[in-house]
Each structure stands twice: as C-alpha cells, then as structure tokens.
C-alpha cells in the first residue's frame, strides 16, 4: 500500500521540494513532480539547476526525451505518470492526484499560508480516510 508524508509549515514550497528531490536522489529512487500549474514547474526546473551551489539536481519535464528513456531520475509533470519508473510522486497540486496508488510513495508539502494549509488538510483527511498510512513532518523554521 502507498505511504503518504506530509510536510508541514513550508516557508517556501519549492525549496522543500527541491531538498526532498535531492534526498530521492541521494537514496537512488526516482520521483515525479507533479501540478497542473505550468509556472510553478517553470520556477522549479530553475531552481532544480542552482539548489545546491556546486552541483545542479538532474531532472526534465515529462515531454522530454530523457524523460521517457528513463535517464533522469527526477521528473516535471502537469500529469501523473510512471514513464520513468518512479516510486515516489511529489505532489504540488492543491488536490489528491488522480492514480496516486500506483506509487510506493506520495509527498505532500503544505506551506504557511491559509489556503495552502486548508487544502493540505482536506487532502490529509482524504488519505486518512481511505486507509492510508500517513506520516507527517513538521517543518522548522529556517
């Protein structure tokens, strides 16, 4: 059965996902990023190649060709999708992504503000309900 983490009190959304890439990365896993919103993943892909100062997290979007041959280990998607193998969904989206199930691991990330925490919320429920093992991780501030 899939395991759901929740992440919360995100001062900035996209740096957390960036760190959690990085530690799929550092445990050989690949993962998908997903939201239906297109300039969240355009600033995400830029802050993919400067996260870390000496290195960059190699990733793609789901269109690419790497992403279908299955040579980047962390992939940008307004879908869901296992193209490249992954285990692990990172879900940005303000609701539960559909086919979530088929992947060992699902990533929440709920920041500070309202709504954000609101939805994050309904979507915890959700998977609470449903059965799901559920871990949360309650973020420092920085």
Known sequence: ???????SGAEDKL??????CAKALSQNARIVVFTSNQS????????????????FLPHCFIHDEAALVRSTPVVLSNRVTQENGSSILLNLHDQCPPDFAKFERIIEI????????????????????????????????S
């Open 15 to 20: 740096l957390v996902a960036c760190r959690l």
């Open 40 to 55: 969240m993943l355009e600033k995400l892909d830029k802050m993919l190649w400067t996260f870390q100062p000496t290195s």
């Open 110 to 141: 709920a920041s500070l503000s309202p709504e954000d925490r609101s939805s994050a919320r309904k979507r915890y429920r959700f998977y609470q309900q449903a059965g799901y093992a559920l871990h949360h991780h309650q973020l420092q501030p």
């Open 1 to 7: 059965m899939t395991d759901i983490y929740f992440y």
